[in-house]
């Protein structure tokens, strides 16, 4: 078989993702970044991307993180039409919009009595990761660096989880003159668990699904 014969052979045996796949996948990544982000906003942590971004803004500044998330977004739309598609972008769109818009109702919707930061810290991040990679596989982002993220391992073979890493720990670094040592050292354990997720579970050619 030639190559390319066995390249037509190989995407004509990809199950694409069915239209409510995406959308299923879509608000179940959402709810629980969303999920994550207010545990983090609780213990006063913070994590990597736009998000982190936007966390660290909203320690400075006391805006809202929906708006400070909504806002730092919106000059990554132009990569995302430019490189990705309008259908990636305005996929990426809705996901932003549903993490800022679930992160408001969360905090209504949870309370905690009681957090401890070490627990929130990887908890947290766990669920952020697994938020992200449910949205990864659907050829999601949520705005920002996951959108560099993805482009770069589709056309370079950069993992994501890798190079998110490298700048989260650079957004992480201006947290130190915001956040108490404390809090600071475990976003940094926090932004590990984050990107360590996606790093082993969303490798090219372990998993398979077209949209």
């Not at 299923?24 to 629980?32: C, D, K, N, V």
């Not at 545990?39 to 913070?46: F, T």
């Not at 990636?88 to 800022?100: G, H, I």
Request: charged share 10%; glycine share 10%; aromatic share 10%.
């Amino acid at each position: 078989m030639t190559t390319d014969r066995k390249a037509d052979a190989d995407d004509a045996a990809v199950e694409r993702h069915k239209l409510y796949e995406d959308v299923l996948a879509i608000l179940t990544g959402t709810l629980i970044v969303s999920l994550g982000v207010v545990i983090y906003s609780k213990a006063v942590l913070l994590t990597g991307s736009t998000a982190g971004l936007a966390l660290l803004l909203q320690y400075v500044t006391g805006t809202s993180f929906w708006l400070m998330f909504s806002l730092v977004n919106l000059p990554f739309y132009l990569l995302a039409i430019r490189r990705l598609g309008w259908l990636f972008t305005l996929r990426t769109f809705l996901a932003v919009s549903l993490v800022s818009l679930f992160s408001q109702l969360t905090a209504h919707w949870v309370e905690f009595a009681r957090l401890e930061p070490i627990y929130a810290a990887v908890v947290g991040g766990g669920l952020m990761g697994m938020g992200l990679l449910v949205l990864f596989r659907h050829r999601t982002g949520l705005g920002g660096i996951n959108i560099l993220a993805i482009y770069l391992q589709e056309k370079c073979g950069i993992r994501a989880g890798y190079f998110q890493l490298a700048v989260d720990l650079a957004i992480l670094a201006a947290a130190f003159f915001v956040l108490p040592p404390a809090n600071f050292m475990l976003s940094v354990v926090g932004a590990a668990v984050v990107n360590m997720m996606l790093a082993i579970n969303h490798k090219p050619g372990r998993y398979v699904g077209v949209t």
